[in-house]
């Protein structure tokens, strides 16, 4: 079992920025990525990181400008989200994959657990 919570949204102007965690517990050493979700809009896969830290991926709409990372020995998953646009207002998760081994994929479909997300508002 993991148990992930988030935690670092607001409201931020465009232009801005933020760092979101995700504090895991349980068994940990998975590989982690977020999502989020718009009002009215499927979720989309932001960025992963495997395992080890080594393997990341990015969708291309945040290329550039967010960046991932995790302290495994603080069980945490970070998020830096810079040059805020008002289209990445929603609410972000945290998600587990239980599968992938040396890689990570940013497909919703691959993630075993969630946490309960945090609310991303970017508006001036």
């Known amino acids: 079992q993991v148990q992930l919570v988030e935690s670092g949204g607001g409201l931020v102007q465009p232009g801005g920025s933020l760092r979101l965690s995700c504090a895991a517990s349980?068994?940990?050493?998975?590989?982690i990525g977020w999502f989020r979700q718009a009002p009215g809009k499927e979720r989309e896969g932001v960025s992963c990181?495997?395992?080890?830290?080594?393997?990341?991926n990015y969708a291309d709409s945040v290329k550039g400008r967010f960046t991932i990372s995790r302290d495994n020995a603080k069980n945490t998953l970070y998020l830096q989200m810079n040059s805020l646009k008002p289209e990445d207002t929603a609410v972000y998760y945290c998600?587990?994959?239980?599968?992938?081994?040396?890689?990570?994929?940013?497909?919703?479909?691959?993630?075993?657990?969630w946490g309960q997300g945090t609310q991303v508002s970017v508006s001036s």
């Open positions: 998600a587990a994959d239980i599968g992938s081994v040396a890689a990570c994929y940013v497909t919703a479909r691959r993630y075993d657990y």
């Open positions: 349980g068994h940990t050493n998975y590989a």
């Open positions: 990181i495997s395992r080890g830290g080594r393997f990341t």
